[in-house]
């Protein structure tokens, strides 16, 4: 499988079981209906580790266009691969969505709230405060960027380095599970640029009915303030290292 094939299939793993809980939780008549935030957290947390499983082996498993740009910022992609691995995050993230309106579409159908609809694809503010909005996604990005560049592989007495296999996603998991918790009332969370726009992009071309629209005047926040949490964090990890 190539890096690009396999950030695809990671994200679109991701999108399709994170926008699937959120559509379970919030979408009229699912058996899954108001099962409320602690399952939407925990499921997104789980969704990446079943993304960061299938991607890792071949790319890394960046699946986040703020990841892949820290990567970048470190020296560690050229220019080309890092464009590369964001179309086929943004690519992946759109497919996921499409599917989990595929599979939820009797409920969508069902559902008369606009908002509610709109979230199983992307994020929105729960008070409108757009410096506040920023800063929260910068922050919730930073932890994210910040824990990930802290990550360590176990070693034998020589140095050398044991890989972990599928059990190497858990780490994430759980700095994803608990940024969800304590930091995701505020924006709902996004901290990867590709998980909000790549399902807004096709929650706007969608045969929904009575959809909200696609909130131009919000969608930058959840791409610009992850792209700013990862440069802060890199900019901090580089001055302590």
Known sequence: MT???AEYLGTAMLILLGGGVVANVL???TNGNNSGWIVISTAWAFAVFVGVTIAGPYSGAHLNCAVTLANFALGKLDLATTLSFMSAQILGAMTGAFFVWLVYKDHFDQ???PSAKQAVF???PAIRNLPINLISEIVGTFVLIFAILHFTEPALGDDTPIGLGSVGA???TFV???IGL???G???YAINPARDLGPRIVHAFLPIKNKANFNLSYAWVPVLGPFIGALLAVGLYLLIH
């Open 186 to 188: 505020t924006t709902g």
């Open 27 to 29: 979408l009229k008549g």
């Open 122 to 124: 992307c994020t929105s």
């Open 170 to 172: 858990i780490p994430v």
């Open 111 to 113: 559902t008369d709230d």
């Open 176 to 178: 994803v599970w608990v």
């Open 3 to 5: 890096p690009f094939i």
């Open 182 to 184: 304590s930091l995701g």
